[in-house]
């Protein structure tokens, strides 16, 4: 699955902690950099998080296999084997994202225009693959098209628009009413602090901070992407009616021990956010400014409270966490092309040095946008003010701001 | 706000109804999904591959040979002793896994197919080779994945396989097209 491209390994990584100290950063590579953890752990912890990250990675079987029983109960339908499949060494998912199948790593969550997920004959996601003998739920395909503009100044601005046409569904029709709900899936690291933030209102988790825990996040995708039990979740991701999956042996009641759960979450938990790559001391600062005079920090925040985490009071994670309505352009759409009302919440801007380093980049809840360019341009909505007031900048203040998140 | 441009036709979502028995594999021959230039594989995995039990350990580590297939028997993975332990840990239940031994004939960037979703290393003496880049098409065995490597030409280099219950493992090592 995803492999670590050759990157330094940076050991005796210590997090810094003090009162009222920055985000601990450290100089992350990926879940498997043995060093690298967000709070200091004691040998039991650590066992427990070695015991996560090889959970995380290893491709989970059919129930039943020979001397699998921990990782046994895949399927019968499923996305992918393992976490790591989708979540890339705890970075956001790999491209490229173009035109073709969809890949793995894009979810194509089923939903109605209320919001209520489970209204479809394949339950909340479009499962693209399935054990030997049992029907794949279906699978989407991604088909660009283009929007173009210019700025203020005459420059002109280019975005991708994507489509998702399901391919084939395998037992019935899909509702009238279905909307599609393209996920693609974000990075794992930093869970704790956000876990740890202190907002109005419990959901934090997922592209919509839909989701109050880590817990409950982590049962979801067993569940959903996995066609795995946990205590959480004692079903997994049938659609009503599919024979096949509601009947389908099983790898144990549930199919994740409550230990190995844990560990997961224990795995999840440590891993801390990747370094910053700030720009030379003048643009570092004007670039700051800059994003706060647009307006990105109405809801790309500087600071955000957290709880229960000793020596640190806030966090930057360049988000306030909450859900937010950008317009129709970023809105999912009904199986009939209209947007529906979608409220998405403000992405973390943590990390993006560490993804571009990687590039492709995936932007956005889609992976639709491949620079941070265009993922302002696609900004609508709750930040028109802002998107307009960053296409009035000079050609020189815009590149400096995007430079500057480029380094968050 | 983002302007709204009109609606193409292409964009409305097609629902293909074929009967239930058609619809069973509804995106087609998983095989076409490469977006590399898997044809040298593509024809090497549709031969007749060389039989080969795989390694316990570096000493018993069985010779591939380039731009051949082999068909590799894997013993069970906890009775394996690896050179290095590998890049991704996985849980060896159920695994196995094994070492095979072989030797481009000189510098440059090579791809190792293989049939599983077995993890593998490539290791040169002491170190862990990094690996440039892998695509796959889970839908697909002949192969499944595909590892891009620089690889020193002229000395003995060992292949791990890891972390998958497959008990054999179709492989090949072709320089890169």
């Known amino acids: 699955m995803s492999r670590p491209a050759a990157w330094p390994l940076l050991l005796a990584a210590i997090p810094l902690?003090?009162?009222?100290?920055?985000?601990?950063?450290?100089?992350?590579?990926?879940?498997?950099?043995?060093?690298?953890?967000?709070?200091?752990?004691?040998?039991?912890?650590?066992?427990?998080?070695?015991?996560?990250?090889a959970l995380f990675n290893?491709?989970?079987?059919?129930?039943?296999?020979?001397?699998?029983?921990?990782?046994?109960?895949?399927?019968?339908v499923y996305n992918a084997a393992s976490c790591d499949a989708c979540h890339n060494s705890g970075h956001r998912a790999r491209?490229?994202?173009?035109?073709?199948?969809?890949?793995?790593?894009?979810?194509?969550?089923?939903?109605t225009a209320s919001g209520t997920a489970n209204a479809s004959p394949y339950g909340a996601v479009l499962n693209a693959q399935a054990l030997p003998g049992v029907a794949v739920e279906g699978r989407a395909t991604l088909r660009f098209d283009h929007l173009d503009g210019r700025y203020p100044d005459g420059q002109p601005w280019r975005l991708r628009r994507p489509r998702y046409p399901i391919d084939a569904v395998a037992r019935a029709r899909l509702p009238a009413g279905t909307v599609i709900r393209p996920r693609i899936a974000p990075p794992v690291f930093g869970m704790a602090l956000i876990e740890a933030a202190r907002l109005p209102s419990p959901g934090r988790f997922g592209w919509q901070a839909a989701v109050p825990s880590l817990a409950e996040q982590t049962a979801i995708a067993y569940a959903h992407e996995m066609g795995i039990t946990s205590r959480l979740r004692p079903q997994p991701d049938c659609g009503t009616?599919?024979?096949?999956?509601?009947?389908?042996?099983?790898?144990?009641?549930?199919?994740?021990?409550?230990?190995?759960?844990?560990?997961?979450?224990?795995?999840?938990?440590?891993?801390?956010?990747p370094a910053e790559a700030p720009l030379a001391a003048d643009a570092e600062a004007a670039g700051r400014a800059l994003f706060i005079d647009t307006g990105c920090s109405g809801c790309h925040v500087v600071q955000l409270p957290v709880d229960g985490i000793a020596g640190l009071d806030t966090i930057t994670a360049?988000?306030?966490?909450?859900?937010?309505?950008?317009?129709?352009?970023?809105?999912?759409?009904?199986?009939?092309?209209?947007?529906?009302?979608?409220?998405?919440?403000?992405?973390?801007?943590?990390?993006?040095?560490?993804a571009r380093a990687k590039a492709p980049l995936l932007l956005l809840h889609d992976g639709r946008a491949a620079s941070v360019e265009e993922a302002i341009l696609w900004h609508g909505g709750e930040a028109s003010a802002a998107r307009a007031a960053f296409e009035k900048q000079t050609a020189t203040a815009r590149a400096l701001l995007i430079r500057w998140v480029e380094g968050r | 706000m983002m302007p709204l441009l009109a609606r193409l036709g292409l964009s409305l979502l097609a629902l293909a109804m074929g009967s239930p028995a058609?619809?069973?594999?509804?995106?087609?021959?998983?095989?076409?999904?490469?977006?590399?230039?898997?044809?040298?594989?593509?024809?090497?995995?549709?031969?007749?591959?060389?039989?080969?039990?795989a390694g316990r350990d570096a000493a018993s580590a069985a010779p591939?040979?380039?731009?051949?297939?082999?068909?590799?028997?894997?013993?069970?993975?906890?009775?394996?002793?690896?050179?290095?332990?590998?890049?991704?840990?996985?849980?060896?239940?159920?695994?196995?896994?094994?070492?095979l031994r072989f030797t481009v004939p000189s510098d440059g960037e090579y791809r190792v197919a293989l049939s599983s979703a077995h993890w593998i290393d490539v290791v040169d003496g002491a170190t862990l080779l990094p690996s440039l880049d892998f695509h796959g098409a889970s839908g697909c065995a002949a192969?499944?994945?595909?590892?891009?490597?620089?690889?020193?030409?002229?000395?003995?280099?060992?292949?791990?396989?890891?972390?998958a219950v497959d008990s054999t493992v179709r492989v090949t090592v072709t320089p890169e097209p």
Do not use: M
Not at chain 1, 19 to 41: I, K, N
Not at chain 2, 143 to 163: D, N, T
């Open chain 1, 17 to 53: 902690l003090a009162a009222a100290a920055p985000t601990p950063r450290v100089a992350f590579t990926g879940s498997g950099d043995p060093e690298a953890a967000l709070l200091p752990l004691d040998a039991e912890a650590r066992r427990l998080r070695d015991r996560g990250l």
């Open chain 1, 58 to 76: 290893t491709d989970h079987v059919a129930a039943g296999t020979e001397g699998a029983a921990a990782i046994d109960g895949l399927g019968p």
């Open chain 1, 95 to 111: 491209g490229p994202i173009v035109d073709g199948p969809a890949p793995l790593p894009l979810v194509i969550q089923l939903g």
């Open chain 1, 241 to 273: 009616g599919d024979r096949a999956c509601l009947e389908a042996a099983n790898g144990g009641v549930p199919e994740v021990a409550d230990r190995d759960f844990d560990a997961v979450l224990a795995l999840q938990r440590s891993l801390p956010v």
């Open chain 1, 318 to 354: 360049w988000s306030d966490l909450r859900s937010h309505d950008l317009g129709p352009g970023l809105a999912d759409r009904d199986l009939a092309d209209r947007p529906q009302p979608t409220r998405f919440r403000t992405a973390p801007l943590w990390g993006l040095a560490a």
């Open chain 2, 22 to 53: 058609s619809a069973q594999e509804p995106a087609g021959d998983g095989c076409q999904a490469f977006r590399w230039n898997v044809s040298a594989e593509r024809a090497l995995f549709a031969g007749a591959g060389k039989a080969l039990d």
């Open chain 2, 64 to 99: 591939l040979l380039p731009a051949q297939l082999a068909v590799v028997r894997l013993p069970a993975q906890d009775t394996v002793n690896y050179a290095r332990p590998p890049a991704k840990p996985r849980l060896a239940d159920g695994a196995h896994g094994g070492l």
């Open chain 2, 143 to 163: 192969p499944r994945k595909l590892v891009r490597y620089r690889l020193p030409g002229g000395r003995p280099l060992l292949l791990q396989f890891s972390g």
